[in-house]
Structure formats: C-alpha cells, structure tokens
C-alpha cells in the first residue's frame, strides 16, 4: 500500500467537483452550504432513479453524503476542535496545509468518492451472490451453488486460524507444560492443584525465558515494567500456551500479558503526570461507595478483590491493580460486607456482577460468604461472576466450586452466571473446555466478553473465536471496541474495523454463534450499541487522520439534559499500514471506509 499517493493534488484529481464547488464558495459558510447541497442533491438523485441501482452502491452514496454534511457543520467543528470545511477550503485554493497527512486525504477522499458511488471493494457477500435472472427450483439451485462458495470462503479463511484444541497443538503443549513444570519445581500434582498456579504466577523475565523464547524487545519491556510498578504476571498454564518461539499464533496471547515498552512508558507517565486519566471510565464518579460501579438501574458491579493472578495489559483497571496476586488486592471482608449492605439498601438492583481483579482467587470459604450474603437480598435475581481462569487457570473450576455455585441456582427465582474472557482461538484449550462444561453440567451459563484489540483483528479471525467458544458451550456475549486511553494505542482498532468485522464476517456465522454485541464503553455512563449509528455520529476527521466521534449515552430517550462523549478513533490508513506489516493482504479490508 503507497500511502504517498494520498496528497491534496491526487484528491482534487479524483474528486474535481466538490473543490470546483469549494473553490466558488465566497465564504466558510457559503462552502458548507454548496458542499452539503452538492451531497444531498446526489443522494436525492440516486434515491429517484427508475431503475434499481446494487444495494450497496445506493447504501453508499446514502451513507458518505450523510457523513460529509455531519463534518462540515460548525457545531462539528466546534466539538472536535478542527474544521474540515476549513481544510476542504485551503485545499481547493492550492493552500499548503502541512499539517494534513495522507491518512487524512486518504478518509476525506473515500468519503468524496462514496457519494458518487464510486470506491474500491464489494463485500465478500457482494462479491459472490451474484444477482440471479432465473426463478422457482433453478434460482434456488443456483443461490444454493454461490451459498457453497461463500461458504467454502469463509471455512478457508477459518482455518488460517488455530485453535488450542488442534491435535498439534496439543502435543506441543505437552512438552512446554513439562517445561514450565521442570523450571518451576512442580509435579503433575502440582499442575492439577489451581492453589499451587497461583502461588507460582511468573512475574520474572528469567523465570519465563527459560521456559520460552522471549524477543528482546519482550524482555526488556518486562524489566521496566517491574522497575516501574507496572502489573506484569503470568500464570503458569497460560505459560505453557505460548509458543516456544514468537509466532502469528500466539501473538494475540503474548500481547495480553507481555506489556510493549510505549505502554509502560505511557502508562508510568501518567501516573506521575495525570493520574486522574488512568480512570477512562471514571469508576470514581459511578461509585456510590467503596467496591460499588454502578451505571445502570438494575444492575452494579461488586469489587471484592482488586488483583488477578495475571493481568491483562488493556485491563482498564490497570491503574488500580497494584501487581498481579497482590495480597494488599484482597479487600478486608467487613468492606465487602459494607458494600452488600449497601446493595441490599437498594432493592430496585436485582443483579449484581462480583468482579475486581478476579474473585475466583477467592477460597470457596470466601467466596460463599459474599455469595451467602447477596443471595440473602429478596430483591437479586442473578448473580455473574466476572473471571479469567477459566482461561488462565481453569484447575481453579473444582467440582466443590461448581455443587457451590449450582447451590444459588434456582430456576424461575434466582440464576448465577459465569462471564470469563477468552480473547482467541488459540487460547480455547482441553483444559478450559472441561471447566465449562462442569459448569454447563450444572445448569451454570458461561458467557464470554472479547476485547477487540488490534491482535485479534485479522478477517475471521474473531469469527473463528466465537465458533469454537459456541461449541465449547460457551455463549459470544460482548465484543467490546478498545478504550482510547493514551497507552494503548498498540491495542486500538477503528470503530470501522469493528462494524466491518460484524457485518461482513460475523454475518455469516449462524446466528447462535454471533450472539454478541458490539459495544463501546462511554467513559462514566456505561455501553454504546455500536452496530446502531443513531447511537453516535461522526463529528470530523482530523489532520493525522484521526475520526472523532460523538457517543450519545444509554439513557438518552429516558433523561433530559444527559451529556454526550466525543472521542477520538484510530486512522484507518495508519491501522492499515500495521496490518500489512505483520503479512496481511490490506485489499481484503478495502470496505473499511464505509464504515462509519
């Protein structure tokens, strides 16, 4: 991909008539007017036209005038601090504009281009279901032929993926079990025992270098995180699901736990420099009191421990978790014990999600107190339990946990879910489907939350994720985009790239294996559906090609007066870019800019 292409000269090449239109404009205002005009007038004539035009070029032309109206308005400009109309103006007069990037020309130039109905790529639907002339039987049989094409598509594409229940890769699991076991002084015993992998979590990069391959970039960004305080462990299980050298396999597994360097510089930067942005979602100003999140009217989040036995490095806790199995994470019981009684004095809550950190480090002991406390309130009628271990230590799924947990399940009156977090394919091991089907066995549902980071971005590869969860037994219950905090810039997608990735990939997964919903959480007021566009609009696209976007809030048809977030995306040609160099053909994801 040459982004140098993408230059002012090139776009008034392409797209002549808007900068002819610019350029006649007298005035700011005068350009909006005609420019927008210009959209809508396109827009009207293709909605008029006599014959039918292909679905998505009309969808197009609809979708791009829509956009370039919305980012030539003042009110956008004034939200997102930079003026597109401006930019369209200086750039119809030949004016030199340093500041704008090939990634903006590349967006503002697609968007132009759409409302003609003209730019690259069709769908993978698009491109094989060929409209049909024939009729009865024979069109059936015909649509039937291109229903086996895409889906032979769609299975090639599913394979490029592995999954941790491969045969191959289960023996070569076994040798870097045995592996970790040899370095760590542990038995097989040992390995079945969850106290024993968490009392073992690695925190040291020599520890884990003598049980795999570790890049020297890896190895260093572990030592300045245990300089700086930045939470680093990884338990010894999910230790043994690392490659023994870097692969594409494993490469969403190793970035969750294996911090890059710019996040633990970003991440110590803040906390030194503004700490108060450390809380993206502003748990702070949801807290009613101390353990209590609560956003919603029927639901809260309950925080009896605030550690994990390995910590996710896009844990948007990660400012409040000290380090990974820190004793100072396991709240005293009368805090917890304040906090149910709080809940309890709020009976218009009837489901209570028991997160942190992760509670199943919790003893049985523990762990049956809170739940004998919450399932004492008349007004709970579901109690979720938030944890990883399914995934990082599924020994932890005992059977005395799961008779514990059936022990709260009554059907018609009161239901315990598990929500746990499997972030790839790779990740779904023998072990981890044996925990859940304990749980299944017992009547417990298991929902799974995947975070739409970049390493786990590629076509179909969330898709091959969620079809082996389904078979797994476990439920695709959120996909949520990734926060726009400063550090994880590594870690972020475009919004665009998600809803590409729902409805072109996702929507040919039978619809009990893409039950999940995409989402992004709006810092202070909880999710935004991301596959509905009247949940947000797209307010501008900025110099380094950045789009922002306004997220209205849940509560927006229900109170007066609520506030909206603006927030800031991650340019789609730089996404690109990133794509390409780790293998990708980038023509696969040209569809992109049409997401808005």
Known sequence: MDKSMFTADYMRSKAPIFF????????????RERLAGLAQQISFDTFHEREPSVGIRIMRIRDCAHILQSILSRRSDHLSGFSVAQAIRDISKHRARPDLSPAFYADLLHILLGIHGRGPGESPADQLLAPSSLTGRQAAVERSHQLDALGERMGKSLTEFETGLDADVIKARVGRKQKVLDVLGGSEEDWADWHWHIRHVIKDPDVLGKMISLGQAEEDAIREARARCVPFGITPHHASLLDEEPSGRDRSVRFQVIP????VEGLSRLRAEDPSTLDFMREEDTSPVDLITRRYPSICILKPVNTCPQVCVYCQRNWEIED???????IPESQVDAAVDWIKAHPSITEVLVTG???LILSDKRLKHILDRLADIPSIERIRIGTRMLVTVPMRITDDLVEMLAGYHEPAWREVAIVTHFQHAYEVTPDAVAAVQKLRFKRIPVYNQLVYTFFV?????ACALRRVLRLAGVDPYYTFNMKGKDEMQAYRVPVARLMQEQKEEARLLPGISRTDEAVFNVPGQGKNYLRARQHRNMLSILPDGSRVYEFHPWEKNISQGVRSYVGRDVPILEYLERLENIGEDVSRYETIWYYF
């Open 20 to 31: 002819e239109v610019a350029k006649g404009a007298r005035s700011l205002g005068s350009l």
């Open 260 to 263: 890059p360097r710019d996040y």
């Open 324 to 330: 990974a199995m820190d004793p100072r994470g396991i």
């Open 357 to 359: 950190g992760d509670p």
């Open 457 to 461: 971005s590629r076509r179909f590869e």
